[in-house]
Nanobody, 123 residues
Framework: VQLQASGGGLVQAGGSLGLSCAAS????????MGWFRQAPGKEREFVAG????????YYADSVKGRFTISRDNAKNTVYLQMNSLKPEDTAVYYC?????????????????WGQGTQVTVSS
C-alpha cells in the first residue's frame, strides 16, 4: 500500500489542524493505521492509532483529549484532527500502516509509511 499524507502547516498555539492520509490499493480496510511524529533531534514517536474497523483508537498521553484519529475505509483515508495545539507538537507527522491485528506503538512494527507532512506550532 502507498500512503500520501497532507494537511500540515503553520498554526498558532491553541489552534487546530487536520491531517489526511490517502492510501492506494483495495485492501485499506485490512490495515491498522497509525500517526507518528518526529521533531528535530528526537526519535520518531507514536501519536495515535486506529484498528481496521475504526472501532478502537489509541493515543499517546501527550495528545490524549486534543487529537482525534479516524478513518473512512470507503475513501481509503485516515485522518488526524489536532486541536489545542502546543509548540511542542511541532514535528514532521507521518502516517503508517501495518497488517497486524492491533495497534502497536513501536514504529518498527509498521510496514508502510507516507512521506511526512510538517506541522509547526508557533507560540
Amino acid at each position: 500500500v502507498q500512503l500520501q499524507a497532507s494537511g500540515g502547516g503553520l498554526v498558532q498555539a491553541g489552534g487546530s489542524l487536520g491531517l489526511s492520509c490517502a492510501a492506494s490499493g483495495r485492501t485499506f480496510g485490512n490495515y491498522v493505521m497509525g500517526w507518528f511524529r518526529q521533531a528535530p533531534g528526537k526519535e520518531r514517536e507514536f501519536v495515535a492509532g486506529i484498528n481496521w474497523s475504526g472501532g478502537s483508537t489509541y493515543y499517546a498521553d501527550s495528545v490524549k483529549g486534543r487529537f482525534t484519529i479516524s478513518r473512512d475505509n470507503a475513501k481509503n483515508t485516515v485522518y488526524l484532527q489536532m486541536n489545542s495545539l502546543k509548540p511542542e507538537d511541532t514535528a514532521v507527522y507521518y502516517c503508517a500502516a501495518r497488517r497486524g491485528p492491533g495497534v502497536v506503538i513501536a514504529y518498527t512494527s509498521y510496514e508502510y509509511w507516507g512521506q511526512g507532512t510538517q506541522v509547526t506550532v508557533s507560540s
